[in-house]
């Protein structure tokens, strides 16, 4: 995990919006000193978190010498001001300290514990599939779930995708728009056994499948096959139940195969047509060799059965 602190020296006037009386509700000035924290699992091309002059023109060449009133459209509070720096940086920021004099600290703070309930949803979705996989597999006499990884959104994909989607770049809004923070890849060796893990997971009593996306049956345009499932994971702390949402993508080893090497090579570069049709290309023929290796599995089972009886 890489991890920046920037701090921040600026002169600005503002005055709040009070239920009380108070000399605050009149235009006064600070000498503010604001500490930026921002953190990601990933550095950018140029190996950086953010570019600090991408972060000073967010907060000094913003507030620097100006009436903080005519620059934001709510009540300038330190308070608030944190929280909307926080917001500015997202989503690499996780923490914003405004001093507007000593001793008079605010501090807003992103949900510190997001990554623990991350990691903690992935946890008990492991032990599910580690079960699927060893019941599915004593039943069938071999291997059914050849491998699974899994991850939390980098900031830097996060970012990315909330401009692409032309959504403010915030936390709060990557939470309530994005529903592939966490992820799981499921991967097994033929077509069918994966819509039988899906059924298994459907069966599990304390977890909510929010939405499935059958890209196997009905393809994206590019070829790209999967099947995805968005489901609700129950995580318990002092505070109470809360429910994160995890994307777990089921794929065979040609599909996955594919779509690991079309990411590769050319997830980020849409812009050649030739290159798009071969790739799907491609994936028709993985897709037509996924379905012949069905039929012989098929076939070999069937001979193994006569043989029995």
Not at 40 to 59: A, C, Q
Not at 121 to 129: G, S, W
Not at 157 to 171: N, R, V
Request: hydrophobic share 35%; net charge neutral.
């Amino acid at each position: 995990m890489y991890e920046v602190k920037k701090r921040f020296e600026i002169s600005a006037a503002h005055k709040l919006d009070l239920d009380y009386d108070s000399k605050c509700t009149n235009f006064h000035g600070h000498n503010w000193i604001i500490d930026v924290y921002l953190q990601s699992e990933t550095l950018d091309k140029n190996g950086m978190v953010l570019d600090f002059t991408h972060i000073k023109r967010k907060i000094q060449d913003k507030f620097d010498h100006k009436v903080i009133n005519e620059v934001v459209p709510f009540n300038p509070t330190a308070e608030n001001l944190a929280k909307y720096i926080c917001d500015e940086l997202a989503p690499f920021c996780y923490r914003v300290d405004v001093q507007e004099s000593q001793d008079n600290i605010a501090s807003y703070i992103k949900d510190p514990d997001y990554r623990l309930r991350c990691k903690a949803a992935i946890d008990i979705l492991m032990a599910k599939l580690k079960m699927i996989n060893a019941e599915l597999s004593g039943q069938k006499k071999r291997t059914v779930i050849s491998q699974v990884t899994s991850r939390i959104k980098s900031a830097e994909s996060i970012y990315a995708k909330l401009l692409k989607k032309g959504l403010e770049p915030d936390f709060e809004t990557a939470r309530k728009n994005l529903k592939d923070l966490i992820g799981i890849r499921v991967v097994c060796p033929f077509e069918d056994e994966l819509y039988q893990v899906a059924e298994f997971l459907e069966m599990q009593k304390d977890i909510e499948i929010i939405r499935i996306k059958d890209y196997i049956r009905n393809p994206k345009k590019n070829g790209y096959k999967s099947l995805h499932l968005i489901v609700k994971v129950p995580i318990y702390s002092a505070e109470g139940e809360q429910k994160e949402l995890v994307e777990i993508q089921l794929r065979t080893i040609a599909m996955d195969y594919w779509s690991v090497l079309e990411y590769e090579l050319y997830y980020k570069k849409r812009d050649n047509a030739e290159i798009e049709a071969e790739l799907k290309k491609y994936a028709e023929e993985i897709a037509n060799l996924d379905y012949r290796m069905l039929k012989l599995r098929n076939k070999i089972e069937k001979i193994g059965y006569k043989e029995m009886n």
